[in-house]
């Protein structure tokens, strides 16, 4: 089976409620999966649908981590009725954020974060796999429309370990890893988190200013203003 069949025939694997639907990736992210992954691909997904069937296409050695245990059936079930194996794909039937911090697996070569979108989850697939990347590793990172995915974009557009290859779609990014990264940074090293901070503090620092005026803690406040003024 190709992708070009696979996209002409596309099950409609995710339900609300009783009513199947179809949740994908772009066809253009799916294009770059099917051009960049081979049956020596060490990766892994965070979420499952179509991209999991093309990854059983590619014969790539696959974790799938996925809490929707009909879901992978559903995926399982078309996968034989096409006659595609399924055997290298490591299901992981749990939330993400309990089996990635021990999940035994590195030197992936491609990490797809398309699970839950909802806060934290994103930041934390992305904690989590960063580290099991090899460096030269591809990040995709799925629906970058909504706050928690472009938040993760650009927090690592600002990352030197990390470079842009391409936005794929209006909703997938993809980085590549340049170097290794270092989970020990404090918030001063992570340019992203410096820039989006700089009002906030400015207005905590008034915030303080009036409340110490309005306690009478001059000689406090004049100390607080001179150590700003020698910053």
Known sequence: MTLEELLKDS?????????PISYR???????????????????????????TILFAIKKA???????????VSRI???????????GRIDF???????????????????VLIDGSHAFPTPF????????????????????TQLWTGHALKKFLIQEPEWELVEDVSARTAIFVKQKEYN?????????????NSKWLIRASEVRQ????????EFGKLIEKVNARIRK
């Not at 989970?183 to 992203?192: P, S």
Request: hydrophobic content about 40%; glycine content about 6%.
């Open 11 to 19: 099950p409609r694997l995710h339900r609300i409620g009783s009513e």
């Open 25 to 51: 990736l772009a066809d253009r992210a799916l294009l770059f999966i099917d051009q960049t992954v081979n049956e020596n691909s060490q990766t892994l997904e965070t979420g499952a649908g179509i991209s």
């Open 61 to 71: 050695n696959h974790t799938c981590i996925v809490p929707d245990p009909d879901l």
């Open 76 to 86: 399982s079930s078309y996968c034989a009725r096409m006659m595609v194996s399924v």
């Open 92 to 110: 992981r039937i749990d939330k993400s954020e309990r089996t990635l911090p021990v999940l035994p697996i590195d030197q992936l070569d491609l």
């Open 124 to 143: 934390i697939d992305w904690y989590y796999t960063a580290d099991r990347l090899r460096v030269g590793g591809m990040m995709m990172i799925d629906d």
């Open 183 to 195: 989970h020990e940074k404090w918030w001063g090293q992570q340019a992203y988190v410096v820039q």
């Open 209 to 216: 200013a009036l409340e110490m005026l309005g306690q009478g």
